[in-house]
């Protein structure tokens, strides 16, 4: 698999106006107020999470990420790194940060590589969306968009259902894109899905920008996710209302897999 890197002066990406309403007067205005929600389950191996936070450190610190960055309509954003398992399990790894350039991009990088991350259990993609919905409540900035950047290496089995997750979380304007992680290292085979990118894209994302970038090879990882905060952080926004989703059960694809396996496994699912 080959990734190519995308120039920040090339990427359009079209986002949505947030309600005035939703912002305290005091709060900073920012282009973007961006989650990175990655996933620690223990289906990863030491070595694979440790991949996990140094390439988003890189990537942020990157030259690309920095221009796309610099060049948005304020040149800054406010930035967050969680770190998600089961349905209560998520770990704020760095609080809400604003990065207005390298300096600031440098020094989150530097944090995230600080320490060591901690595997945990169970993948509950719909409880670390719920969590990440709440991080906006009066995290003080105000952004022309709210994205949420969820990466992950399998389905959904704990919690509620992941659709309904991702349709509360469209409904107050917010986009969710995707990183599926392909690999192979990992413990727990029974939840490799070959078609995880598909499982990513029917059931994960949302939004009318939402897109997904799956990652097969760890030795891509970094690349792929500067090819994603480059489009994320790149677009400008419009005056359009969020698109309508095709309900997953018009999708044909079955987002309860995950619970399914589980409970094939272990029984009662939750």
Known sequence: ?????????????VAVVLPASRASASDFAVDVELVLAVDVSR?????????????????????????????????????????????ALQNVVIDWTLIAGRTDAEAFAARLTASAPTSMQRTSISGALDFAVRRFDGNGYDGLRRVIDVSGDGPNNQGRPVTRARDDAVAQGIVINGLPLMTREGLGTQWHLDDLDIYYRECVIGGPTAF????????????AVRNKLVLELAGWPVPDPPAALLPASESGYDCLIGEKIWDNLYGDWN
């Open 43 to 87: 289906s990863m191996t030491l070595r694979e999470l440790e991949i996990q936070r140094r390439g988003y450190a890189a990537a942020l610190a990157s030259r690309e990420v920095v221009e796309a960055i610099e060049t948005g309509g304020y040149g800054r954003i406010a930035l967050t790194y969680v770190e998600w398992a089961g349905t």
């Open 1 to 13: 698999m080959r990734i190519r890197l995308l120039p920040a002066a090339l990427v359009l990406v």
């Open 212 to 223: 997904m970038l799956p990652v097969v090879e760890w030795e891509h990882f970094q690349q």
